[in-house]
């Protein structure tokens, strides 16, 4: 019964630490899966603005080239060389902007193709992504509710076993498992103990087999028991 109940209050252990963890674990998933999804939404929005961008600089070099073409057409409306030479400074400096206007739209039609692609093919990984990480917290949500149903099962024989373990023995039970991290009980094979990992006393081993009485590790002073695992699995 001793055994029975490590056995039970070892799972026990095991169902509350992933109680606990599995809704950290949930968590995090749904942080990545929003933080995926604002990724996306800055790729829209830095495209967004490359676009607005290169539609500014077309409607400077349309204004410009107007501005040119009137600058050109008062060209014959001039009376002095001085006029005339001013004239043709203002075009060729429109010139100049409009070559290096030129450029940066050559510039942002480039990073506006590359943006777009990386948009494309982040919308493309999001239905896999999605699928998957739903999935996931889908099984994080059945498991959950089936750790409730668990432990409470686990609780209820729990409470069984001690009933019927003598009390004194149920109190020394209990203080080991405090003081050796939930594990009381621990099987001992050719001469280890399977808490400490240290040998036995030989004599003690070979009574351990007899099963006639409750027995301590010398070492650890966990509570031992011979356990045949060449015939046992």
Same mark, same amino acid.
């Given at each position: ?10 799972? +026990? ?5 992933? =109680? #606990?963890? &599995?809704? !950290?674990? *949930?968590?995090?998933? %749904?942080? $990545? ?31 410009? +080239? ?5 600058? =050109? #057409?008062? &060209?014959? !409306?001039? *009376?002095?060389?001085? %006029?005339? $030479? ?148």
């Amino acid at each position: 019964m001793l055994i029975k109940l490590q056995d039970i209050d070892s799972e +026990i252990k095991r169902l509350a630490a992933r =109680k #606990g963890y &599995l809704p !950290e674990e *949930k968590e995090r998933l %749904e942080e $990545e899966k929003a933080s995926f999804e604002q990724g996306i939404e800055e790729e829209k929005q830095r495209l967004d603005v490359l676009n607005q961008a290169h539609g500014d600089k077309e409607k400077e070099l349309r204004g410009n +080239i107007e501005s040119a073409t009137k600058t =050109k #057409g008062r &060209l014959l !409306e001039v *009376k002095t060389n001085k %006029e005339y $030479e001013a004239m043709l400074k203002e075009i060729e400096n429109i010139n100049k902007k409009n070559s290096s206007i030129e450029d940066e739209i050559i510039n942002l039609l480039e990073e506006i193709e590359k943006a777009g692609a990386k948009l494309k093919e982040r919308e493309g990984e999001r239905v896999e992504y999605i699928k998957h990480n739903e999935r996931d917290i889908t099984k994080i949500d059945k498991e959950l509710e089936s750790i409730d149903s668990l432990l409470e099962k686990m609780l209820a024989e729990d409470a069984q076993c001690r009933e019927i373990i003598n009390p004194d023995l149920l109190k020394r039970y209990d203080v080991i498992k405090e003081k050796r991290n939930g594990q009381a009980v621990v099987p001992v094979w050719k001469e280890v103990c399977g808490g400490c990992h240290m040998n036995i006393p030989p004599q003690l081993y070979i009574e351990l087999q007899k099963y006639e009485k409750v027995r301590l590790c010398p070492n650890c002073n966990r509570i031992i028991y011979w356990e045949d695992k060449e015939n046992n699995g």
